[in-house]
């Protein structure tokens, strides 16, 4: 199995920043891609940015221009550099891992707490 650290989380002002960092240990070697999705309460889970093996990127409208995903396959590392913070990125963010199998396999961080203050 496949164990999802995240780190980087906290409380900035708007228009600051922050860097989330999702360490995967286990069993990696068939990961396909990493992202980080975001949730509010009372919210969908929503992806974020996604980075997949071959480092094609998504990014969702309403971060796009603003966030930065990034990976370090020799670390199994994903990063999320996030600029320009606003209110409304408040959420949950956790990592998320997918490996092709069958049936394809997911794997989810514990959750970490964006607060962006106005």
């Known amino acids: 199995q496949v164990q999802l650290v995240e780190s980087g989380g906290g409380l900035v002002q708007a228009g600051g920043s922050l860097r989330l960092s999702c360490a995967a240990s286990?069993?990696?070697?068939?990961?396909?891609?990493m992202g980080w999705y975001r949730q509010a309460p009372g919210k969908q889970r929503e992806l974020a940015a996604r980075?997949?093996?071959?480092?094609?990127?998504y990014y969702a409208d309403s971060v796009k221009g603003r966030f930065t995903i990034s990976r370090d396959n020799a670390k199994n590392t994903v990063y999320l550099q996030m600029n320009s913070l606003k209110p409304e990125d408040t959420d949950v963010y956790y990592c998320?891992?997918?490996?092709?199998?069958?049936?394809?396999?997911?794997?989810w961080g514990q959750g970490t707490q964006v607060t962006v203050s106005s």
């Open positions: 998320h891992a997918r490996k092709i199998s069958y049936p394809t396999l997911d794997y």
């Open positions: 286990g069993s990696t070697s068939s990961i396909y891609a």
């Open positions: 980075v997949s093996s071959g480092n094609t990127t």
